[in-house]
């Protein structure tokens, strides 16, 4: 087997008008992250290897998008749609340096997987000049259908270009195609565009490099695998295959998941071991979770980092920059943003901490609100180790609450609190004996008996 060391991969990255959207297609999330960027992330990487991607007029932010993930990506912009091989040949630039592998890929295709591109590019290095990936369609109806004569792929039928029996084959075309790189141009410009829709076809590069005597060869996946995304049906669809995928190899790697059916995840969630996710949780992008820590239900949590033996929820809500340390709680109903808190930390109840960092093993009571925004501008709390706040207090950021320090419940705190002193803020409580009845009599005097108040 031949060494094949240099590889250009050209993405064509296409509009996708039946999304219904402003946002371009490749852009469109599932797990939490662009097509585009699974796609890539799945692509060959590394020396040797460039990257052209091959967008639409006015589609910078999937420019941006693929500079994102792959800072060396080369743009080249296909002005109009006259089919694949018109798409590929938009980046010929790249594709005449003549490298030892071009990699055709799409950006609408997120479940493919980098062994997938691995064995695409296989036969190259034993002489085949193609090797095109396939699959086995339920419905093949509108794919494009493999004509093969033994192990030799020999032609690729467009739907409107099959005869019926070619239709009634079903090993079917996924666009994806691997092509010696020292060919590869001259092959695609043979394409022409004598067909049904008068456009220039990638596939018919098959049927070139047959009468060429050349190999070409089918590397067959699952129907999941190569998935294309035009509308938000098919979105959905592929967001499902995701998830089930991502939940088995939760699963795998030790993750309990008690009703796996019921969890969503992010492409990027990092698991410590014996973690336990109950029914109902949302993990968006950027979530760390510690080694036992426990999810409980109906639980949301995005950017954030959670240490050892961590126990969330349920209904609790983490936003971006939330970390907590090693055996903290955070309880039912609580919302945290931009907050630090460090080990044993306790917020068990109702409370929203917001722009703020607590020490360790100090304890925040029900109802508890960081006022961190005063309708300009943000403001820190900070909690020092050991402190103790009081259900139903407002602290009135900037402020600084010292260690061991303790707040009465009830208090809206405007002043830093020093170590170990103690916090109350409170009107004093009056008692009007009999004020109760005397203010029953005064509102029902006149009323006939049993007639209800008016509303």
């Given at each position: 087997?031949?060494?094949?060391?240099?590889?250009?991969?050209?993405?064509?990255a296409?509009?996708?008008?039946?999304?219904?959207?402003?946002?371009?297609?490749?852009?469109?999330?599932?797990?939490?992250?662009?097509?585009l960027?699974?796609?890539?992330?799945?692509a060959?990487?590394?020396?040797?290897?460039?990257?052209?991607?091959?967008?639409?007029?006015?589609?910078?932010?999937?420019?941006?998008?693929?500079?994102?993930?792959?800072?060396?990506?080369?743009?080249?912009?296909?002005?109009?749609?006259?089919?694949?091989?018109?798409?590929?040949?938009?980046a010929?630039?790249?594709?005449?340096?003549?490298?030892?592998?071009?990699?055709?890929?799409?950006?609408?295709?997120?479940?493919?997987?980098?062994?997938?591109?691995?064995?695409?590019?296989?036969?190259?290095?034993?002489?085949?000049?193609?090797?095109?990936?396939?699959?086995?369609?339920?419905?093949?109806t509108?794919?494009?259908?493999?004509?093969?004569?033994?192990?030799?792929?020999?032609?690729?039928?467009e739907?409107?270009?099959?005869s019926?029996?070619?239709?009634?084959?079903?090993?079917?075309?996924?666009?994806?195609?691997?092509?010696?790189?020292?060919?590869?141009?001259?092959?695609?410009?043979?394409?022409?565009?004598?067909?049904?829709?008068?456009?220039?076809?990638?596939?018919?590069?098959?049927?070139?490099?047959?009468?060429?005597?050349?190999?070409?060869v089918?590397?067959?996946?699952?129907?999941?695998?190569?998935?294309?995304?035009?509308?938000?049906?098919?979105?959905?669809?592929?967001?499902?295959?995701?998830?089930?995928?991502?939940?088995?190899?939760?699963?795998?790697?030790?993750?309990?998941?008690?009703?796996?059916?019921?969890?969503?995840?992010?492409?990027?969630?990092?698991?410590?071991?014996?973690?336990?996710?109950?029914?109902?949780?949302?993990?968006?992008?950027?979530?760390?979770?510690?080694?036992?820590?426990?999810?409980?239900?109906?639980?949301?949590?995005?950017?954030?980092?959670?240490?050892?033996?961590?126990?969330?929820?349920?209904?609790?809500?983490?936003?971006?920059?939330?970390?907590?340390?090693?055996?903290?709680?955070?309880?039912?109903?609580?919302?945290?943003?931009?907050?630090?808190?460090?080990?044993?930390?306790?917020?068990?109840?109702?409370?929203?901490?917001?722009?703020?960092?607590?020490?360790?093993?100090?304890?925040?009571?029900a109802?508890?609100?960081?006022?961190?925004?005063?309708?300009?501008?943000?403001?820190?709390?900070?909690?020092?180790?050991?402190?103790?706040?009081?259900?139903?207090?407002?602290?009135v950021?900037?402020v600084?609450?010292?260690?061991?320090?303790?707040?009465?419940?009830?208090?809206?705190?405007?002043?830093?609190?020093?170590?170990?002193?103690?916090?109350?803020e409170?009107?004093?409580?009056?008692?009007?004996?009999?004020?109760?009845?005397?203010?029953?009599?005064?509102k029902?005097?006149?009323?006939e008996?049993?007639?209800?108040?008016?509303?």
């Amino acid at each position: 087997m031949t060494a094949r060391s240099s590889l250009t991969i050209v993405l064509a990255a296409g509009e996708g008008t039946r999304m219904r959207s402003s946002l371009p297609k490749v852009l469109h999330p599932i797990a939490h992250q662009s097509l585009l960027t699974h796609v890539l992330a799945a692509a060959p990487k590394g020396t040797g290897t460039s990257l052209a991607v091959v967008i639409g007029p006015d589609h910078q932010p999937v420019a941006d998008e693929a500079k994102r993930i792959r800072p060396d990506a080369l743009t080249f912009v296909q002005h109009e749609r006259l089919g694949t091989a018109h798409a590929v040949l938009a980046a010929r630039d790249a594709i005449a340096r003549g490298v030892d592998d071009l990699l055709i890929a799409f950006g609408d295709t997120p479940l493919i997987s980098a062994e997938t591109f691995a064995r695409l590019r296989a036969p190259l290095a034993k002489g085949a000049a193609i090797a095109a990936l396939g699959f086995r369609a339920a419905d093949p109806t509108g794919y494009g259908r493999f004509i093969v004569e033994g192990d030799r792929l020999v032609a690729i039928r467009e739907q409107a270009d099959a005869s019926p029996k070619e239709r009634k084959i079903d090993l079917c075309n996924a666009g994806v195609m691997a092509i010696d790189g020292r060919r590869a141009l001259a092959i695609l410009d043979k394409i022409g565009n004598a067909n049904a829709k008068g456009e220039y076809y990638l596939t018919d590069a098959v049927g070139i490099i047959s009468e060429q005597g050349w190999d070409a060869v089918v590397i067959e996946t699952s129907e999941d695998e190569v998935r294309g995304i035009n509308t938000k049906a098919q979105l959905a669809e592929a967001e499902s295959v995701m998830q089930a995928r991502l939940r088995k190899a939760a699963m795998e790697a030790g993750v309990t998941l008690i009703a796996p059916e019921t969890v969503y995840l992010a492409a990027d969630t990092v698991f410590g071991k014996d973690v336990t996710i109950e029914p109902f949780v949302v993990i968006g992008p950027g979530v760390s979770i510690g080694d036992g820590t426990v999810i409980h239900s109906f639980s949301h949590i995005v950017q954030t980092t959670l240490g050892k033996n961590v126990s969330i929820g349920p209904y609790a809500r983490l936003r971006p920059g939330t970390s907590l340390g090693d055996g903290a709680r955070i309880g039912n109903f609580v919302e945290t943003k931009a907050a630090t808190l460090e080990a044993g930390v306790k917020v068990n109840h109702l409370s929203y901490i917001g722009d703020a960092t607590i020490g360790a093993n100090s304890n925040i009571g029900a109802g508890t609100i960081t006022c961190n925004y005063d309708g300009f501008r943000k403001h820190k709390t900070i909690i020092g180790q050991g402190a103790f706040v009081g259900t139903n207090s407002s602290l009135v950021a900037p402020v600084t609450i010292g260690n061991g320090a303790y707040i009465g419940s009830g208090s809206v705190i405007t002043r830093d609190v020093p170590d170990d002193a103690m916090a109350l803020e409170r009107s004093p409580q009056t008692i009007r004996e009999g004020g109760a009845a005397r203010y029953r009599e005064m509102k029902t005097r006149g009323r006939e008996p049993g007639k209800k108040p008016e509303k």
